[in-house]
């Protein structure tokens, strides 16, 4: 059984640019989350969605960002007109119920020339 | 949501048993306590859960007192491949979506 998967791992854009971050959940699951982590410091979470629905994003910037988890298809986490302030490593984990156990990727790392 | 504090940063040696403790003062009644772990370049992994009193399973201890305002996750015998960076959360279990996590303890394990 597959974990979690992202693509792609590394991802560099230049400043005005859009990342388009993939994300592959569990076999099974049908809820996702992603986190945004900065150097040196702990995971922030960012939106959790349920297949073609967000249930929660309060820790995304209401500007540039928007996520989706399609029927069909990985979850997609859009970030537009990047900046150097959006460089980070990003995680996508994945659970097979609400509350349940998170199973993580192994992450994008974003960086913004 | 209950904050955490744990250590920065610790140092062992193989084959030592590790205590990392972690406050959460205000944890809630449904509040469980949860360590993950992370290795450089990867996803935060999961280590173990409780409520109260102990939990054990293969990787590792988790000594929870009478008033759950603080816990210990207590690793056996390490071994190198045990240096990260580990994270207590408290989450509120069968609801909880977001995970928070705090900065970590960071360990480092020595030959």
């Known amino acids: 059984n597959a974990g979690v998967m992202q693509n792609p791992r590394h991802l560099v854009r230049r400043r005005g640019q859009e990342a388009r971050l993939r994300c592959s959940p569990m076999?099974?699951?049908?809820?996702v989350y992603w986190y945004r982590q900065l150097p040196e410091e702990g995971l922030k979470f960012m939106v959790y969605?349920?297949?073609?629905?967000?249930?929660?994003e309060s820790g995304m910037p209401k500007e540039r960002f928007s996520a989706e988890f399609p029927k069909e298809g990985p979850s997609i986490l859009r970030i537009q007109q990047v900046v150097r302030g959006d460089s980070a490593a990003y995680f996508c984990?994945?659970?097979?119920?609400?509350?349940?156990?998170?199973?993580f990727g192994p992450g994008t790392r974003l960086t913004v020339t | 949501l209950a904050k955490t504090t744990q250590p920065i940063s610790m140092d062992s040696y193989e084959g030592q048993e590790v205590n990392i403790t972690c406050s959460h003062n205000?944890?809630?009644?449904?509040?469980?306590i949860t360590w993950y772990q992370q290795f450089p370049s990867q996803g935060p992994r999961f280590i173990i859960q409780?409520?109260?009193t102990k939990v054990t399973n293969e990787v590792a201890s988790l000594f929870i007192p009478a008033d759950r305002k603080s816990s210990t996750l207590s690793l056996p015998r390490v071994s190198l491949s045990d240096t990260a960076v580990y994270y207590c959360?408290?989450?509120?279990?069968?609801?909880?979506?977001?995970?928070?996590f705090g900065g970590g303890t960071r360990l480092m394990v020595k030959p």
């Open positions: 984990a994945s659970s097979g119920d609400r509350g349940a156990e998170q199973y």
């Open positions: 076999k099974g699951h049908s809820h």
């Open positions: 969605l349920q297949k073609e629905n967000i249930i929660d």
């Open positions: 205000n944890i809630a009644t449904n509040d469980y």
């Open positions: 409780g409520y109260k």
């Open positions: 959360l408290v989450v509120l279990n069968n609801a909880g979506n977001m995970l928070t």
